[in-house]
């Protein structure tokens, strides 16, 4: 316990030497925030990269900034890797691996790819997890936690967001991507999901020998998407590439609510005719309300229907419950008006979701996890559409999706079961109708009905009526207690105080002291 004390203050003495290095008493900017980050190491880079899609809680600017955020960084030596290996099987590296490659194919925070051949010759990608990131993490975590309070980012934070809140999400998000074995799971359950998708492909994982820290998968060769000359000299069309990771990008979100959350270039390559999907580290979930909410935003967006639009982001997002509606629909009108003047192929999807965030984070509604996430990978998937051509818009394809051209008889089935489900509950409602009238006008007789009456925008006011009631309460108190001290002081109670009995004289005090409150509540604070 002591050495991680210890450790502790040494992580805490570097980050103050840091931010001490970066002026921090002199202000922040975005650019400043994202180099102190990078200083600072692995857990506030990734907190940075989680920040930056998040601009329903963070000014746009700095999100914009914290995009660049580095991500290679220095690889493991060659003994550090095999170390790691041995400790994870029990055993030497040769007694699995037949050849084991020491430059590695990438190398990030967490963990770094090398190539390598099995006992049986199949050739492997493995991923190995750094030495101690988990404890690291961890230990900045706290750090963070603890300093919380004493943080002033009220340039950066909306006031809808707390930061305790950001780093329990980071922390989720971190745990889960540290824990290969929910990789493997997660390249499995996508698997599944795609098997039925001709031209989509998953690198086969070998669970039997994959650890929490060490994930082997099988090696995928092939072409990167950007690689335009080989794919050309291949005889692969780049607008036919576009159309169909567009539509199984839109398959993963409306169908299947389970969807990559990192769908950039170096994630994605072409073997065999088929669109191989890399690195499952980050997916993110939606269940069936979201889905069915964000079919909705798709189709309102569609039909430029900003009614619906700003019902689908207050059902969406989380806050407090006193936005105010009409500045908010006003906004969305303007955002709409922008794009009205263009055609449905025209429209840059991953612009407007940002800057449907970002009005969100002007009224401070923060929105759930799933859909930040869903944000994020919309921008990096209609980027990387947009390299391999132009033309194919993921909005269009969208609309197509959830047409005619979408529904698939497991959608079509799902649709009937939810219909017939609102079917008979509209009719169980129906044939109850009667009776609840019936038991309306009773009470209506009897006098008994309350109605409970909530007004838009009304926060307010109600809240100056309940504080003018509040002091209409203490005038009142006031005024009972010097009328009961009065007639106290027409007894001969004891004990007593200057010749007046204590009770009264008590209850004297007490009337003046409510006086003087409310005297300086009403002139000096109203």
Known sequence: MKNEALTSKRRLAQIISILHKHQITRGIDPVKLREIIEDLGPTFVKIGQLMSSRQDMFS???????????????????????????????????????????????????????????????????????????????????????????????????SVIDINVLLDEFWETAKQEMDFINEANFMQRFARLNEGVRYIAVPKVRKDISTSRVLVMEHIDGYGIDEYESLAAEGYDRREIAAKLADNYMKQIIHDGFFHADPHVGNLRIRDGKIVWLDFGMMGQLNDRDRELIRRAFSAMARNDISELTEVILTLGIHDGTYDYNRLYDDMEKLMGAYMTKDLQEIDLGSAVQEIFTIAHRHH??????????????????????????????????????????????????????????????????????SQLSQTLHLINKGRLKVNLEVMDSFQPIYLIDKLVNKLIMCIVAAALLIGSSLICTTDMTPRIFGIPALGFIGYIAAVLIGIWMLFHTHVKR
Do not use: W
């Open 365 to 434: 509604i923060s929105m759930p996890k799933g859909i930040s996430m869903l944000a994020r990978g919309l921008v990096s998937a209609e980027s990387t559409i947009a390299l391999l051509d132009p033309t194919t818009n993921i909005i269009t394809t969208a609309i197509n999706y959830m047409g005619d051209g979408g529904l698939d008889p497991q959608q079509l089935q799902d649709s009937v079961k939810k219909l017939s489900r609102s079917t008979l509950d509209s009719l169980h409602k129906t044939v109850r109708i009667p």
């Open 60 to 158: 746009k600017r700095y999100c914009d900034e914290l995009m660049k955020l580095r991500t290679q960084v220095a690889p493991m030596d060659t003994d550090t890797v095999r170390s790691i290996l041995e400790s994870e099987y029990g055993c030497r590296a040769e007694e699995v691996f037949l050849r084991f490659d020491p430059q590695a194919l990438g190398s990030a925070s967490i963990a770094q790819v090398h190539r390598a051949v099995l006992l049986s010759g199949e050739e492997v990608v493995i991923k190995v997890q750094r030495p101690h990131i988990y404890e690291r993490m961890e230990r900045d975590i706290s750090l963070l936690r603890r300093a919380s309070r004493l943080l002033n980012l009220s340039d950066i934070f909306s």
